[in-house]
């Protein structure tokens, strides 16, 4: 199954399937999302067996739009940021603005997050440094990536400092 992407034009069939998934209210606040989110946190559903960007989809529809190539952005105001589906919050505009709009509001912080403020964050410090010790007492990468079930390649971004290195 593939995420849509903007070659994918917005029909109002799946217009219709992104409506129903928030309730239109005052302009003036939030609409939450009430459906299904990918793995970044991204309001989504799916037709056809492609997953469409939700408030992509609302924006565009309510503007009478098939396709954009521009992103789409929240307003800095809104409460909600990602889940948000009231186009009065949204808009369409450039990677450029984007990137302003991140730095602006400050929640480009959650991109500094390091080992266990990282949201994602599968080991705790302890467990690194108990990882650490452990090859340095001989246990190999495989043994370990076994023993705290994560990937192989995680053992050794952690054992070179590549990961977790601020610890």
């Known amino acids: 199954m593939t995420d849509v992407n903007r070659d994918h034009e917005i029909n109002f069939a799946i217009w219709q399937i992104a409506e129903s998934y928030f309730i239109e209210d005052d302009p003036n ?29 609302i924006l565009l529809h309510h503007l009478g739009l098939k396709q954009s190539d521009l992103y789409l952005l929240t307003k800095p105001e809104c409460k909600l940021q990602t889940e948000c589906c009231n186009w009065n919050h949204m808009f369409l505009g450039t990677p450029k603005q984007s990137t302003a709009l991140l730095i602006d509001s400050r929640r480009h912080d959650s991109l500094n997050r390091k080992g266990e403020k990282h949201p994602m964050h599968i080991l705790t410090e302890e467990k690194v440094l108990t990882i650490r010790a452990e090859y340095a007492e001989g246990m190999s990468y495989t043994e370990l990536s076994h023993k705290y079930e994560v990937a192989y390649v995680l053992i050794i971004k952690i054992i070179n400092r590549e990961l977790w290195n601020h610890i």
């Open 29 to 57: 606040i939030c609409w939450p999302w009430l459906g299904g989110f990918d793995s970044r946190g991204t309001p989504r559903f799916k037709k056809n067996k492609i997953y469409y960007k939700a408030r992509r989809v």
